[in-house]
């Protein structure tokens, strides 16, 4: 990147990482391959024991600190927490809180008390997926954000209202800030179709229907299973992995059994390989009920996958032409088995249109660098 180096290295801290391979994981990691280490540094604050990439971040010189999460404890969190920054905020120019609600902006406060001069809060959601009590807490600490933020960002427009409140182009620092990939990363590799089809034993003759998302209800994994189903009973050979972990498995899994295709569906947990099953499958299937803006979305897209999605997407995601969308509303196997049929036949674009647009890390790797340095 031709960035003119600063007379210090501005220190990041990053709240909001979680243990399952999700979204914000997944682009803070391509975050910090494309910054220059010599302008930016990263480390962690996680409620989690551990955090997805650890050890490949550790390994680029990043520090992972962890607190007792508030779920827990409150009063253990609340100490922790209290002799994190009364350790560490001086070391900080910068606090980046990455959430899907605004259920918890301790990390914030205590920033702001503890003199951290910039801090970010990011938002990454359009509705609550959190449950009602989080949804509670986030319709009560949504007008505290504006008092103890310096920097509002958001993954789009659509999802700002529900986030910070109607007001929220007013606020000062507000930015779209659109999630970006690494293009590379998830690009189409035919070595790597035949490797993970081998290891899943599914032969070229079968069909891979692939969703990635974490097993919750606003993902709608419901609608996938059903529309297996449908297909099994059209008699078409087709294998569904679901990639992710949630407390709706079990439930899922019983969904599978009752449908009578446990035999044709996998549900893979947290997987590591996720750009391997891209390039695996033969069809990307995104039925969420609302999203920020997806990152597995746009990987799938970089992939060349040909992709069937709900209408509640952000439609500017949407940047290939093999792209169906179905209603959000309707939830019939039907409609989704007819939306994948023709997808399916569409097949996958060899010409994906997200390398080089703003949904690239390489694009907005430099936009990022300045925007927390400045």
């Known amino acids: 990147m031709d960035t003119t180096t600063p ?16 979204g ?3 682009l803070m990691r391509a975050i910090v ?3 220059d280490p010599t302008v930016v540094h990263f480390d962690f604050l996680s409620n989690e024991p551990s955090i997805a990439y650890e050890d490949e971040l550790t ?18 969190f609340h100490r922790e927490l209290r002799a994190f920054f009364e350790k560490h905020a001086r070391d900080y120019d910068v606090i980046w809180e990455n959430q899907n609600s605004a259920a918890n902006i301790d990390y914030l406060v205590y920033a702001k008390r503890y003199g951290i001069p910039k801090r970010i809060i990011h938002c990454h959601n359009a509705q609550n ?22 920097d509002f960002w958001t993954v789009s427009d659509e999802s700002s209202e529900w986030f910070f409140g109607k007001n929220y182009k007013q606020l000062s620092g507000y930015r779209v800030f659109t999630n970006a990939i690494d293009v590379d990363t998830a690009a189409y590799d035919d070595d790597a179709r035949k490797r993970c089809r081998e290891e899943l034993g599914v032969d070229e003759g079968t069909a891979i229907l692939l969703n990635v998302g974490r097993l919750v209800p606003q993902k709608n994994q419901r609608v996938v299973l059903s529309c297996a189903a449908e297909l099994m009973h059209r008699g078409i050979d087709a294998i569904t992995l679901i990639a992710g972990e949630g407390p709706l498995r079990r439930e899922l899994e019983a969904q599978a059994q009752e449908l009578g295709i446990s035999n044709r569906v996998r549900f893979l947990g947290m997987v590591g390989n996720v750009a391997e099953l891209y390039s695996a499958a033969d069809l990307f299937l995104f039925p969420s009920l609302f999203e920020g803006l997806s990152i597995a979305l746009l990987e799938a897209q970089a992939n060349g996958l040909p992709v069937v999605t709900s209408s509640a997407i952000v439609r500017s995601s949407i940047v290939n032409e093999n792209v169906i969308c179905v209603n959000v509303d309707d939830r019939s196997p039907v409609e989704w088995a007819n939306a994948t049929e023709r997808a399916l036949k569409i097949g996958r674009t060899a010409h994906s249109a997200v390398p080089g647009s703003e949904f690239d890390i390489k694009v907005q790797a430099e936009t990022i660098q300045q925007l927390l340095i400045s």
């Open 7 to 22: 007379s210090r290295v501005t220190n990041v801290l990053v709240v909001g990482m979680t243990a399952n391979i999700g």
């Open 24 to 26: 914000i994981e997944t």
């Open 33 to 35: 391959h494309s910054c």
């Open 59 to 76: 390994s680029l010189g990043c520090n992972s600190y962890h607190v007792t999460a508030r779920r827990v404890s409150r009063s253990n």
């Open 129 to 150: 997926g959190e449950g009602v009590l989080r949804g509670i807490m986030h319709t009560i600490n949504r007008p505290t954000l504006a008092s103890v933020a310096t």
